[in-house]
């Protein structure tokens, strides 16, 4: 928890996990649902299990939980009630803990291995895309009512540090940033971005200064953005928190909302690593579409 905390960052670099959802589909598993992978807590639960299990065997030091697009409303169009959905957002926080510890015995080298909780935008929940665009139409108080219980829930289930990915805009950005007030535990924030922008479009220099002065905030970047992205939006980061960085780009592809797919060529390199490294990033790993394959990749050009 410290390591992850404090001293990582500030040494790092510590190496995150890819794309959860792929990996799950490399296992064969169907992610149709809106739940996406969040439907595995209620139906298949040893998929996640294995799915962390593999990103740990490749090198990664970090489980980010099958969470992301995991929440009372969404479970509620499932016929799932808010006591249990607040069960399977523990259980994703469980799952995410057993992997660590397997892997670690199993691997025997002595090395930590942690749990973020993965807590994802609004529009992920509305499984339309949404969250790469925000503005979604909802005022402060709505969207602090629909993240505050879920971080509570996961904060309670004891990770190592929630990692608030792929914030949007700056609406949502601030009303993160108050709801991770007072839960006791680090958080990470990234922003999904592209030139230079989030994805609602406002700087990211903005978007990155609204959590400079939240002290449960450890590390600040981006993620699911593409990988051309990252050097300039982690140097902006460090400037304007003063924090180590966080970076985990998708693949390169692009996600077409309208088609429900993604398109265009991937350009996720993990010989880039370093120099994401060399401009502040400290916690580091891959997003959609990347996999244990590529993040052992990623590991081996780190520990160079």
Known sequence: MSAVSSSAPATGPVVLDGGLSAQLEAQGCDLSDALWSARLLLDDPGQVVAAHRAFFAAGALVATTASYQASRAGFAGRGVGAAKADRLLALSVELARQAAEEASAELGDGRARWVAASVGPYGAVLADGSEYRGHYGLSAAELAAFHRPRLEVLAAAGPDVLAVETVPDLLEASVLADCVRGLGLPVWFSFGAADGRTRGGEPLAE??????????????????????????????????????????????????????????????????????????????????????????????????
């Open 207 to 304: 978007a990155f200064a609204l959590l400079a002065d939240v002290p449960e905030v450890v590390a600040v970047g981006v993620n699911c953005c593409a990988p051309q992205e990252v050097s300039a939006a982690v140097s902006l980061a460090v400037e304007v928190t003063g924090r180590p960085a966080v970076a985990y780009p998708n693949s390169g592809e692009g996600w077409d909302a309208a088609a429900d797919g993604w398109a265009g060529p991937p350009a996720f390199d993990p010989v880039d690593a370093p120099r994401w490294v060399a401009a502040g990033a400290r916690l580091v790993g891959g997003c959609c579409r990347v996999g244990p394959d590529r993040i052992a990749e990623l590991a081996a050009a780190l520990s160079g």
